[in-house]
């Protein structure tokens, strides 16, 4: 009993100390603390004004269901216990700004706007014992918050995260979900990418085909499968409803959901729907992503009138002052050979293919801004001639694009690839891209969207702000990967556009992340990225470094994947199998990183003479031969799409004596364009195959009995993707 007490007693105090302290994010741009504590009770009561009643109902929502105390409103100013929601419009507070006074009699909340009490209450919601997100009380909780006086308002007013559904699909309940993770960061807008080559997902009453089509892609469907998807149908859209419901409930959280469509390229799914809408000549060279035929004819008349229709049942959903009409990465090779587009640019005196495209942006714009809007765009439309200054450019290929755009006099908002695109790895051994390269936390964390360049104070002025990217071709799996590639590293880009950068610290924020914010996302369910610990073999030892002095990592010694089961690191240990460890770190048993092995005890791999048989074409830019150098980091691409029947052969010299062969496809570390419908057989007399497996996510392992003298990959359906890849096998002594 005296035991039990006394860990009782502890687990209080901890939760004391953590919920006295003052960690929120983005950081408050001024804090400053007292002494003592309010606690809440039965009879704590909220206050609010004639603007504020819908800021009550929020707060009292996760207040009641966390505590268990009703917090009724009262009509009169109560003297004690309270939580005042004070919205005057009169109050000289910036509209996205609040002040948020804790004293120990009680809460007062002061804003000009709704939002501004907002964004307080997600402060306030931050001073509180975790669980008050997951209303999941542990009964140990002391419900109170520390007494502090905050003054804050962001640093920009555009603070946005764009997601992807076309290349992957989430559904409307994951859009939701994501969305209010934002709301509890202060980001403010939601910029919704609808629409790419790989799916159309917004219902367009008046051109079915978008939806009934161009949303699918698999077998017998107009687009073919792609990452991923393999030999099934997939897809999906959201309704006009849906829609309605999504915009209204990013509303309640005061996040402005920006549409876009990509135009005139990306657009395989309208193509494959409506035909016509495409060029007439020659496909040529394919675009960035591999496809052909995906651009919107410019010179075709009626493909105007078509996307004034679009435009027109769009804005309706979306009441955003703001319409994103992409504009990026146009393949020009269709444009070249269509006769309609080359009439166009006679007529026009057009001298290139930038000149066309912004020939089409303008008429976008024009068509936008009949309708009530400004047109936003990708950074390629400042090439080609001028905009309209209204029309907002999004830089993501660099920082210099940025300041090119608001040298030029656009609104721009900033969202370089190397800081902001979530899709790519947060370290050299994860899941993701890596052309834009490694975007960790502390990169994201050190955009400054102003920066050093040399610009003017109107110059300055034009950059809104910041957005963080998740593209989702490599969506598709693990699962909840949205989380983790999303958390936290929004976190980051929350506070670039929130904070003052004086106030700016690297090693506070991580601090405040790792110590409190970890568990604030855990209990809004986010299944976000637990950093890995660095395991070293030195002097005989593997030894691991934890990524924070508080961090539990696990560890086996038999090339299995941690549990949390596995025990705890507590220091180095001697072995002379340091190839056998693996580690992790975990977050409460649930959420845990990539599992990593020693730096300096890599696998010994043997390197058997090998020759390759193929029904496969190669790209010669990626030949047959790095399939047999044994370097992992060369490989091998098709020329095409295979088929089902076309099959590679890894034929050795001499029989191979292997403990494990492991057949790993795709594109080294990316697992992007692997095998994704196919098996593995092999042969101990080179004549009789027997089946090793079949690929999941495009990887076999098997354990021959004797010497093998060759491998062969079956291909059982079209690839998902317009080429694959293929590497070295991994034979293990
Ligand atoms: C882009 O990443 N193509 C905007
Ligand atoms: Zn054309």
Redesign the pocket.
Known sequence: MKTKLFALCTAFAVTVSLAAQISIIPKPNKIEKGEGSFIFNKQTVIYTTEKSQQNATYLRGYLKNATGFNFESVKVSPASNFIVLDIASSYNIPAEGYSLEISTQGITIKSSTGTGAFYAIQSLLQLMPPTVYSGKATGFEKWSVPVVKIEDSPRFDYRGMMLDVSRTFFDAETVKRYIDWMSHHKINKFHWHLTDDNGWRVEIKKYPELTRKGAWRGPGEVLKASFGSGNQRYGGFYTQEQIKEIVAYAAERHIEVIPEI?LPG?SKAVTASYPNVGCDGEIGELS?QGEGQNAWCVGKEPNYKMLEDIIKEMVKLFPSKNFHI?G??VNYAQWGTCPHCIALMEKEGMKNHEELLNYFVRRMESIVEKHGKHMSG???ILDGGNLNPNSRV?A??SVAKGIESVTKGQPTIMMP?EYC?FDMKQSPIERGHNWAGIVTLEKSYSLDPIGTANLTDDQAHLILGVQG?L?TELLGWPARFIDYQTYPRLAAIAEVGWTQPQYKEWNNFYKRMTRHHFERMYQMGIFFRVPPPVAKYENGAVKAELPYSWAVVRYTTDESEPTSFSPVYKGEIFTDKPHKFRFATFFKDELKSVTISPENAPYIYLKPETRIETSILENNRFPIKNLTDYKYDTYFRSASRVKAGDYLIYQFSEAVNASRITVETGIPNISFYGVTDGYVEFSYDGKNYIKAGYFERGVVVFLPEKPVLAVKIVITAPNDGHILSLQDLRIEL
């Open positions: 990509d990306h960035v992409g990026d990465e990708w950074d390629e999004y993501w290929r690839g695109y990217a593209w």
